[in-house]
């Protein structure tokens, strides 16, 4: 369209979209959120050191509002929000926060309990004198100044930087796509190392001969680092973790004793340190504690932890190192801004930019005072050749109608130059003194020395790295101290923890409902029973849930979680929550990752893994399925194919076996059939199985009984709380596949079978109904009668309730 001249041009949105964050993002990258690698300083920081110097708020001099340092650098240099600024200054100033703070503040600035700084206009601040290094000879041209955001003032690209900050005290910052954070390292350790390099070929050094001088990050709030080979890789790609662990004591004591927490890692909120160490003795994942106090003050950090006598207190501190960020990692990521370029950099990368920063800086400071040097000799050799002159250049001047035909007329007759004609015309009568003839020729051959010296180090590489070694041997020996941070020389294999050394060894038992919410509980908290007992309250159940499992494992045991979709799932029984005996548990989702629409069929422990084992699985519609244990040694996490399932089918039964057992599959209907696994050949993970029992109408598989010892008996449990024992030698071994023999006889009065299990007289059984009642009571109390009868009642049910599954305990873990 054409309209006065005027033509609209298309625009794809697509590239305007594109072009405008791109721009936006470098906006952030560069301007705000990444460091210069030469002075280590975001753009605030550097606004606030210069808006500082500007203001006079030096070391020595009276402290200033924080106020008036914010609006400074907000009305000047840095257009952004009030509290973008005052935020960090208040780091700045925050000895928790930077291994040498660059601010000196007076007032609130803040705590490691996560305390926020009181409001700008109650603190107040000055310069720190180790900001002052970074600022000296800044009036020097030793840095390129550029417009602020309104073109009214200039401000430093850069600080001149004598001391390399970067390095010495971290950064952390999120632009956008990217991300950086180095961690903070001794100021005496990193002098030392860049003095090496530069008595030798800075650009030949290698992350070797730096580490040994930089053992490692030297964090403000100490703690100890695990130096292992890591380390070094960290420091050759800029990329990886260190181990961060709290120095804990043990203190003994008459009555009680103490473990002191003395430290914590860098960055960590000690107030949220401490509501997870209470959360860990709530929950009993911390035992034996019976009192936490904070006594840390001024002079460091003093966490008590008091235990009962006699507790291992080894125990206690490996839990808080486990549980707790007492132990954790330290993230480095070094990126930095090279020529306006985010670049992620090495040690090397570091200490050389710093190097190189360094050089330009005095370079271009010597040239500086070179020119200044020669603007000096040059007067002075006017004011020389003046003196020898006087008399003439006197008359001259009287002759002379004004200031500028006297200047005209000195250029021409003794050929000085403009600035040697006006100096000449300001300078005072008492020079004309034979003492000042003699001070100018003193100055005229200071003058000339000093510029033979700048001229030297301007044609010396070596001359310039000399003044670069010197200047860092006087910050190292006025500013530097010891380490705060420890080092620890061990691979983290060393160290690690393992969970179940922490863990007591003890029968547990584990519940699961249909709705998929499992629990542990303690075996004592049930006691023994008669049998017709009304039993204890196993778990609350949510209403419509029943009970899908129950039975007996140590915490140390694996869980198989064996899903309707086949999948195989894997945890160890003491990463189940414990839970009382009147609470539902904790949904398994919380534990497995599930797909769409899968539930957990079916459990069963596995003390460890064994090529000559195997897992026997039999479905509801009568397949059964023998499978070597170790193709399940590799679990990933979403599962592994246990057993590939009819459409309808579903697991009922998975038991650990030799190969050699015989089996007695029982189904609702109270038939069984007995056969040995010998029958059914190993398969494959994914394979669906071979036939076991020939099932009749409406029936189905309830469960399954591995024999183990002819002389024991099978217990037949129903739905109506009654059961029998049968001895094992009444059921013959038939061929797998037939349609079995009788094993209860079903009426309405007890129900449907739904549970069978090999027992011996010496044990005990745990019975529970679909309502979480639970009772414990002894084999020897049901009587042993013939494969056809009703049985005796094993539980007293309540209307509505029923028996849903039936465990054996074992005389050795009674």
Do not use: W
């Amino acid at each position: 369209m054409d309209n006065n001249n005027q033509k609209v041009l298309p625009i794809y949105i697509e590239k305007e979209i594109k072009s405008s964050y791109i721009d936006y993002a470098m906006s952030v990258i560069v301007s705000r959120a990444l460091p210069d690698v030469r002075d280590g300083l975001k753009p605030v920081q550097r606004r606030i050191l210069y808006a500082m110097l500007e203001i006079g708020i030096t070391p020595g001099k009276p402290y200033r509002k924080s106020a008036r340092v914010v609006g400074d650098v907000l009305g000047k240099y840095h257009p952004h929000g009030d509290s973008a600024v005052y935020d960090a200054m208040v780091r700045m100033a925050q000895d928790f926060s930077l291994r040498y703070p660059l601010v000196d503040g007076h007032g609130n600035f803040g705590s490691l309990d996560g305390d926020s700084a009181a409001a700008m206009r109650y603190t107040e601040v000055r310069m720190d004198r180790l900001a002052m290094e970074m600022l000296e000879d800044l009036d020097k041209d030793t840095v390129d100044f550029r417009p602020n955001f309104d073109e009214s003032l200039q401000e430093p690209i850069v600080l001149p930087a004598k001391l390399p900050n970067l390095i010495i005290n971290g950064v952390q910052g999120i632009a956008v796509g990217m991300a950086t954070n180095i961690a903070p390292h001794n100021l005496h350790e990193v002098c030392q190392a860049i003095i090496y390099m530069l008595q030798n070929n800075p650009e030949e050094a290698t992350t070797k001969d730096l580490l040994q001088y930089i053992k490692g990050p030297d964090f403000p709030t100490g703690a100890s680092i695990i130096c292992n080979s890591s380390l070094k890789k960290i420091y050759e790609t800029g990329r990886g973790s260190v181990m961060v662990r709290a120095h804990i004591d043990i203190e003994e004591g008459k009555k009680k004793d103490r473990v002191v927490i003395k430290d914590i890692p860098y960055q960590l909120n000690k107030t949220t340190l401490i509501e997870k160490v209470v959360d860990l003795v709530k929950n009993k994942q911390l035992d034996g504690i019976t009192d936490l106090r904070d006594e840390s003050n001024r002079e460091g950090v003093r966490i008590v932890l008091e235990a009962k006598k006699g507790e291992n207190l080894d125990i206690i501190i490996n839990r808080l190192y486990k549980l707790t960020p007492l132990q954790s990692n330290f993230s480095f990521n070094m990126v930095a801004l090279v020529d306006n370029v985010p670049k992620t950099l090495n040690l090397k990368g570091i200490l050389l930019n710093f190097i190189y920063h360094r050089r330009e800086v005095i370079v271009r400071r010597t040239k500086y005072e070179l020119d200044k040097a020669e603007k000096r000799a040059h007067i002075v050799i006017g004011l020389l050749k003046a003196l020898d002159n006087i008399d003439e250049i006197i008359k001259l001047i009287k002759s002379s109608s004004n200031a500028s035909e006297a200047k005209t007329k000195l250029i021409e007759r003794f050929e000085f130059s403009e600035v040697q004609a006006q100096a000449i015309l300001d300078m005072k009568l008492q020079k004309l003194t034979g003492l000042e003839r003699e001070k100018l020729e003193d100055e005229y051959k200071q003058l000339m020395e000093t510029i033979k010296m700048l001229e030297e180090i301007l044609a010396s590489t070596k001359l310039v790295d000399e003044i670069i070694i010197e200047d860092l041997t006087m910050i190292d020996k006025k500013y530097a101290g010891s380490r705060k941070t420890e080092l620890v020389q061990a691979e983290l294999s060393e160290l690690s923890l393992d969970e179940e050394d922490l863990i007591k060894d003890e029968p547990m038992v584990i519940t699961m409902t249909n709705s998929g919410y499992i629990k542990r509980q303690s075996l004592d908290i049930y006691r023994t029973q008669n049998r017709g007992g009304k039993g204890v309250t196993g778990g609350k159940m949510k209403e419509e849930d029943d009970i899908m499992d129950l039975f007996v494992s140590n915490t140390k045991d694996y869980l198989f979680f064996i899903s309707n979709l086949g999948k195989l799932r894997a945890l160890k029984v003491y990463q189940i929550s414990e839970g009382s005996r009147t609470n539902k548990g904790k949904a398994i989702v919380n534990y497995l990752k599930l797909e769409k629409n899968e539930k957990i069929a079916t459990l069963i422990p596995i003390k460890e893994f064994s090529e000559n084992y195997y897992l026997l699985m039999v479905t509801k519609f009568g397949k059964v399925k023998k499978t070597p244990l170790n193709a399940f040694i590799h679990l990933r996490r979403d599962g592994v194919m246990a057993i590939k399932l009819l459409e309808g089918d579903e697991l009922v039964s998975v038991n650990l076996t030799n190969g050699e057992n015989d089996i007695i599959i029982v189904t609702s209907k109270g038939m069984a059939i007995r056969f040995n696994e010998k029958d059914v050949r190993p398969m494959g993970r994914v394979a669906a199985g071979v036939r076991a029992i020939t099932l009749k109408k409406d029936d189905f598989v309830v469960n399954v009984a591995i024999v183990k010892d002819e002389s024991s008996s099978l217990l037949v449990s129903t739905e109506n709380g009654y059961g029998k024992r049968t001895n094992i030698s009444e059921y013959r071994i038939q061929r797998r596949g037939g349609i079995g023999i009788k094993t209860i006889k079903i009426t309405p009065r007890t129900g449907n079978v739904v549970n069978v299990n090999q027992v011996t007289p010496e044990e005990e059984l745990l019975l529970i109904t679909s309502s979480g009642m639970v009772i414990r009571c002894k084999v020897n109390d049901i009587r042993v009668i013939g494969r056809t009868t009703q049985g005796v009642r094993l539980i007293r049910l309540k209307e509505g309730d029923s028996l849903v599954a039936v465990e054996n305990i074992r005389p050795e873990i009674k």
